[in-house]
């Protein structure tokens, strides 16, 4: 059973009389442990595919069946659990909480899912730890570099166990060096964690690092082939 | 992942709040000032009131309880008419007939007063001396406080005994102990036989210790020289109970008409009042002034909470993308609203926690500098912090309705 099974998603925006479809009768399916970049440019669909993976948003119609549930239908509630257990954002502008510390912003998910405080610390350190941030726990945010910042967002992403990792334009606000840093964390919890990637980018460098390319022009899916370095 | 967490985790979202109220220490102690003020106000204000209404009070319980004044009436002399008491009307045998023939009355205290001086070896001081019977200590529920009562058998006989007030008692004997030592009255020796406790000033300022207690019949006879004999000045009656006051009123006025031999058409040469009503009507004006002080300091209460709902509105948007993020990371809609609720709810308790520390030191405060006698009732304190709570939660929850209907991905996209 795939991960992640889209059948026949369309996302249609009223702007007063006239309807624009942003997706159109999109199908995808995604198994687990993929490493999916999605390519396309601006005002293609894929921003909108995106938060409809992550669940921030319901598709007008069709179905998102995610690991055997469709999600398509549920209220916001049912939504944000699912985003907290199994989808982590990873954003282009790293969207933590100011003049919060690294370790409370990773806390964060696992505030919701009721984790006693103990083992929220313990396992937010052992997520910082993770992507290389020891020893930064109490930094604020404007106290980290940008990919430091990205760093913490990535160890947020993960903190929660979840089977998915959306990341929107994660590089765009980075330098090539750092870039490069943070895509290689990407790999490693793709590979060593079986976590499924799904990162959306314009930039052709970054789609490098993925073994699967999905393609959207016009709301539609134009193209999706499996290749890359890592096969 | 299995983790059962659908459940609002309260102890999680507290933490959150207390969280995001630190994060913003300056705002929160700025939206704390309205209540801190207000709570303040409100304590202060009915400590104020509630002093004055005791005091009251305190004086309607030292006059005796269901007590009725009998003065001597008006006269009218070629239509000037005088005051009350300006003609000498009632006499000591109208007090025993009072006693014995008014079933709704308890005792009667007949009282002939007058100022005179007071010696005792080189000491002297002018009080007031009033003479009365054994019935007057019971009826205003005055206790002794050494030595005793002067008793029937003394009225009777005019016996050259007294009882001094603590005020007297001080002024002639200091530290000495009176009871059983010789004074002088208008020149004439008597044995002090007991001293009657402390009761304080009257409302009016009036000190109700500076007197000397005489049987009635010595006040007449030595003391006073009255025009016609057996002549008294007030009549102090106490009535069975509370509601047997106004049936003492009526039987004591039916009386003293037969008594004094005035027609249906001819004014009353007597007044009767009742005290207990007055004071009574008094101390209910003065527990109306503590209803308004509060109800005018509430207003302030009331402004500092919309002062939290300002703040708590502008922070909503200030924070779109917080909430965003913390939609995202799995948030859920009650999740966002307590954590506003919970948010304005902290700054409205410790605001009232400050404000209750404020407005007791504060009543303090206003008793040593100003004078005033200030009483903080722990009722103050429940009202002030109870409406402190309830101003949080109710102007804390319509920016947290606000926050938690806001769509993840906008609030994520908001700049």
Known sequence: MALIEAVDITKTYRLGEIAVNALSNVSLSIEKGEFIAIM?????????????????????????????????????????????????????????????????????????????????????????????????????????????????AIARAMVNKAPIILADEPTGNLDTKTSVEIMDLFVSLNQESQITVIIVTHEKDIAEYSKRRIYFRDGVVVGDESAGRHD | MNRPGAMINIPSIISISFRALRVNKMRSALTMLGIIIGVGAVIAMIAVGTAASNKISEFISSIGSNILMVLPGSTSAGGVRMGAGTQSTLTLSDAEAVQRECPAVAQVAPVLSGVAQVVYGSQNWSTGITGTTPNMFTARDWKIASGRAFIGQEVRSAAKVCLLGQTVVDNLFGALDPVGQVIRIKNVPFTVVGVLEAKGQDPGGH?????????????????????????????????????????????????????????????????????????????????????????????????????????????????????????????????????????????????????????????????????????????????????????????????????????????????
Request: aromatic residues 8%; contains cysteine.
């Open chain 1, 40 to 152: 396309g440019p601006s005002g293609s669909g894929k921003s909108t595919f995106m938060n409809i993976l992550g669940c921030l948003d319901r598709p007008t119609e069709g179905k998102y069946i995610l690991e055997g549930t469709d999600v398509a239908r549920m209220g916001r509630d049912e939504l944000a659990t699912i985003r907290n257990k199994k989808i982590g954002f990873v954003f282009q502008g790293f969207n933590l909480l100011p003049r919060t510390s690294a370790l409370e912003n990773v806390e964060l998910p696992m505030l919701y899912d009721g984790v006693p405080a103990k083992e929220r610390r313990r396992h937010a350190s052992e997520a910082l730890a993770r992507v290389g941030l020891a020893g930064r726990e109490h930094h604020h945010p404007n106290q980290l570099s940008g990919g430091q910042q990205q760093r913490v």
């Open chain 2, 207 to 415: 000190d109700q210790d500076d007197v000397v207690f005489v049987p009635v019949t010595t006040a007449q006879k030595k003391l006073f020289g009255t025009a016609f004999p057996g002549m008294i000045r007030i009549m102090y009656v106490q009535a069975r109970g509370i509601e047997d006051m106004d049936a003492a009123e009526r039987q004591i006025t039916d009386l003293l008409k037969q008594r004094h031999h005035i027609g249906p058409n001819q004014d009353n040469d007597f007044t009767v009042r009742n005290l207990t009503q007055i004071l009574q009507a008094r101390e209910e004006s003065a527990n109306m002034m503590t209803i308004l002080l509060g109800a005018i300091a509430s207003v302030s209460l009331l402004v500092g909470g919309i002062g939290i709902m300002n703040i708590m509105l502008v922070s909503v948007t200030e924070r779109t993308r917080e909430i965003g993020i913390r939609m995202a990371v799995g948030a859920k809609t009650w999740d966002i609203r307590l954590q506003f609720i919970i948010e304005a709810l902290i700054l409205s308790l410790i605001g009232g926690v400050s404000g209750i520390v404020i407005g007791v030191s504060g009543s303090k405060l206003l008793s040593a500098l100003a004078g005033w006698d200030t009483i903080v009732s722990p009722f103050a304190i429940i009202l002030a912090f109870g409406f402190a709570g309830f101003v949080g939660i109710f102007f804390g929850f319509y920016p947290a309705y606000k926050a938690s209907n806001l769509n993840p991905i906008d609030a994520l996209r908001f700049e």
